[in-house]
């Protein structure tokens, strides 16, 4: 009966779960800290909600410990998910966010980079056009050399061109050719036209091979996520990352939390990490070799989890609500990533 009383009495103490994802929700200094818990703690003062934090590791202990009425409210970087609304109630979302991809530093092998752009359409095209313009051009020279330089260039077609396309490649690659030459007006305009298209050609090939090269040897060949397939792709186990990475048939490999998936990605065990891009930018931009690659896809917001049909629900999103009208949520988003959009 006292107990009952005392039980009565004591006021309502919320049980919030929460998990680490840094800048959201983490521990500095001993102390709670990130995004999410500081707007949380926001929004239990001006509701008048008095609560004790437990942490655990994962977003899926934080939904079961709601379904199974353990928590009364989750907040981390929990994102509103048709699944998972199927269980747990959610606030309205307070963060839009989505996945992004991380890679390390460098990219391929010389040897790999310089065999993928070799063996590629672009430079089979590449020389296609190189090999279609010397064949015109050696023609035009055996043409108007034929009759007055027959010693360097014979009449008849076969032997003729032949000699012709000696010339212009010997031109072409060394720059000259010591054992013959065009002396006609033809034929030697010919020449010069060729020399200069020569230079321009090879010119525009070492250009294009060069910078396909860079650009692959520092992009790792993983620029989105069309070039994920075929790749194996670390994540956090149980987060919407690693859904988005099974449903597309993606090599995955799950990691208890997101530091052990940027230690395999170090220690190249995986060749990207995928996970929410605030996490990821964040992550990078702490330094390091690490870089954010391609745009954010899987758009989706974060919300505060509930237990399913919580009377929190309407003070939480009404307090949410006038955070967002007075700028407050501006100012936090300001705060942790010198953004307001
Ligand atoms: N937004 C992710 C999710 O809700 C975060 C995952 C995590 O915290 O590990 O699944």
Not at 8 to 19: D, E, Q, S
Not at 68 to 82: M, R
Not at 164 to 182: A, D, F, M, Q
Not at 190 to 195: P, R
């Amino acid at each position: 009966m006292i107990l009952a009383l005392l039980l009565l009495a004591a006021p309502n103490v919320l049980r919030v779960y929460t998990k680490p994802i840094e800048p959201f929700s983490y521990k500095k200094d001993g102390a709670d800290a990130g995004f999410s818990i500081e707007l949380w703690d926001r929004v239990a003062k001006e509701a008048g909600l008095k609560y004790e934090t437990t942490w655990v590791k994962t977003v899926p202990e934080l939904i079961a410990a709601l379904e199974a009425g353990k928590a009364d409210v989750a907040v981390a970087a929990i994102s509103i998910t048709s699944e998972r609304e199927k269980v747990i109630d959610f606030s309205q979302p307070y963060y839009e966010s989505g996945l992004q991809i991380l890679v390390g530093p460098g990219g391929q092998s010389s040897a790999a980079t310089l065999v993928n752009t070799l063996f590629t359409w672009d430079f089979a095209r590449l020389l296609g056009m190189l090999a279609l313009a010397l064949f015109v051009s050696s023609n035009l020279l055996w043409w108007f050399e034929r009759r007055n330089n027959e010693e360097n260039f014979p009449r008849p077609y076969r032997h003729g061109v032949w000699e012709s396309l000696w010339w212009s490649s010997s031109v072409l690659i060394t720059g000259g050719c010591e054992n013959k030459t065009p002396t006609g007006i033809g034929g030697r305009m010919v020449a010069v036209v060729w020399m200069l298209t020569g230079i321009l050609l090879v010119s525009y090939i070492t250009a294009s091979v060069t910078s396909a090269m860079t650009v692959k040897s520092l992009t790792s060949g993983i620029n989105g996520p069309s070039d994920l397939p075929g790749q194996i792709v670390g994540t956090p186990a149980g987060s919407t990352a690693e859904r988005y990475l099974l449903d597309h048939k993606i090599e995955t490999r799950s990691f208890p939390s997101v530091d052990e998936a940027y230690v395999a990605l170090a220690a190249k065990q995986v060749n990207a990490v995928v996970y929410d891009a605030p996490v990821l930018l964040y992550h990078a931009a702490k330094g390091g070799q690490e870089r954010v690659v391609g745009h954010r896809f899987e758009r989706q917001n974060y919300g505060i989890g509930l237990q399913e049909g919580s009377k929190l629900r309407k003070p939480i999103n009404e307090t949410l609500l006038k955070l967002t009208e007075t700028g407050y949520i501006s100012e936090l988003r300001q705060k942790y990533f010198g953004d307001t959009d």
